[in-house]
Every structure is written in structure tokens, then in C-alpha cells.
């Protein structure tokens, strides 16, 4: 099974700044088969991006996603209020599934 | 609009039984993957079950399988999830989700993400 870890656990930062989130598989994750989601309390998670760097629909353009093989960042160029929220990263490029523990992003 | 909605949540004791519900509408349910995803109180999300369009194929977390039996009804547009022999550690928010597309995994295993996802249901094991 491959294993996410999603840093930092929390990220504090100010709106209008740069985010840059991390996750690390504890092997190579195939075809860059990567999705990251979003997630407010008490809502369901939101799907923001999925082959590590294809937006979900409706999903604005300062969300972006890259990496391959073990290394992935979700990056959220200028944050707005909306933003802060709990970020998780799943990998899909072997079974099973497994999820991050996800990245609190908070307002400073 | 693509809607899920969860249903059967609530309080049972540990070694009892629960059936949840998933209803779907605003998409053609018959044309794709299903799953059920958990996540315990301030835990991370947690991958139960899956099963195909079809309902011909279907996969369980270990930490479920031989309790859970997931199922569909094309017809009804509707997704269950039987719990049986349930633990404390069931304990959880249970969404269901919908899982655009698959691919297959260098053991033959359907692999995916899950696009929609509903707003889901508490169960609480305890005594």
C-alpha cells in the first residue's frame, strides 16, 4: 500500500499570499495518478485536481497541481478568503486507493 | 446537477447492524463506478468500498471486508452499504462518491478518483 504524507499539517498564511502544499508517496505513484481535494467543515470534499495536474470542473485557475513519481504540490497562487480550508491528496495508481492526512490551511 | 444523498445513519451498538443509502440523480447513475469513502471524527478519509457500474465488480477496504456488502440498484438510481458486526472504529461520517472513470493497476485492479461526493451520514458505534 502506498503511503501519503502531506505536509506541512498546518499552513498559516495571509490572503492574498502564495500556498504551496506537499505530498510525498512512499513509492512512485503510476501515471501520475494523483488527485487533490478540498475539504470545509462539515461539507463533503470537493475535488480540485486529478493527474496531478488537470483542474476539475469549475475549479478556478489559481489552483494548479504538478509533480510525478513521488514528489506532488498543490499550489494556490493568490489565496482568497474562501481558501482556507483542509486539503487532502489520493493516489490512484495502485491498489488500494489511500488518502494524505491532510494539510490545514489557516488565515494568519 | 449531479446530486448524492445519504440516508440509514445513526446510533448502534457495537455487533449490530446498519444499512446505509445513497440516492442519485442529475447524471445517468447506470454509467458509472460507485463507492463508499469514510472518515472518522477529525480523521482523514479512509477508501471502503467500490463497486463497478454494472455491479459485477466489487472491492472492500480490509478493514470492512467479510462485514460490509455494498450493492446498487440501477433501476432506483440507488447505492446501499450493509454493515454488519460493527466495531467502535466504524465510527464515522460514510460519503458515497462517484468515481468519473477507472483505469487498471499493474495487478489488474481498477484504480480512481472520485468527482461528487455527497454530503453524508454519521454512524456511531457505541454501547
Known amino acids: 500500500e502506498i503511503v501519503l504524507t502531506q505536509s506541512p499539517g498546518t499552513l498559516s498564511l495571509s490572503p492574498g499570499e502564495r500556498a504551496t502544499l506537499s505530498c510525498r508517496a512512499s513509492q512512485s505513484v503510476s501515471s501520475s495518478y494523483l488527485a487533490w481535494y478540498q475539504q470545509k467543515p462539515g461539507q463533503a470534499p470537493r475535488l480540485l485536481i486529478y493527474g496531478a495536474s488537470s483542474r476539475a470542473t469549475g475549479i478556478p485557475d489559481r489552483f494548479s497541481g504538478s509533480g510525478s513519481g513521488t514528489d506532488f504540490t498543490l499550489t494556490i497562487s493568490r489565496l482568497e478568503p474562501e481558501d482556507f480550508a483542509l486539503y487532502y491528496c489520493?493516489?490512484?495508481?495502485?491498489?488500494?486507493?489511500?488518502f494524505g492526512q491532510g494539510t490545514r490551511l489557516e488565515i494568519k | 446537477e449531479v446530486q448524492l444523498v445519504e440516508s440509514g445513519g445513526g446510533l448502534v451498538q457495537p455487533g449490530g447492524s446498519l444499512r446505509l443509502s445513497c440516492a442519485a440523480s442529475g447524471f445517468t447513475f447506470s454509467g458509472y463506478e460507485m463507492n463508499w469513502v469514510r472518515q472518522a471524527p477529525g480523521k482523514g478519509l479512509e477508501w471502503v468500498s467500490y463497486i463497478s457500474s454494472s455491479g459485477s465488480t466489487i472491492y472492500y477496504a480490509d478493514s470492512v471486508k467479510g462485514r460490509f456488502t455494498i450493492s446498487r440498484d440501477n433501476a432506483k438510481n440507488s447505492l446501499s452499504l450493509q454493515m454488519n458486526s460493527l466495531r467502535a472504529e466504524d465510527t464515522a461520517v460514510y460519503y458515497c462518491?462517484?468515481?468519473?472513470?477507472?483505469?487498471?493497476?499493474?495487478?489488474?485492479?481498477?484504480?480512481?478518483?472520485?468527482?461528487?461526493w455527497g454530503q453524508g451520514t454519521l454512524v456511531t458505534v457505541s454501547s
Open positions: 489520493q493516489q490512484y495508481g495502485s491498489s488500494p486507493i489511500t
Open positions: 462518491a462517484r468515481a468519473p472513470t477507472f483505469y487498471y493497476d499493474s495487478s489488474g485492479y481498477r484504480i480512481y478518483y472520485f468527482d461528487y
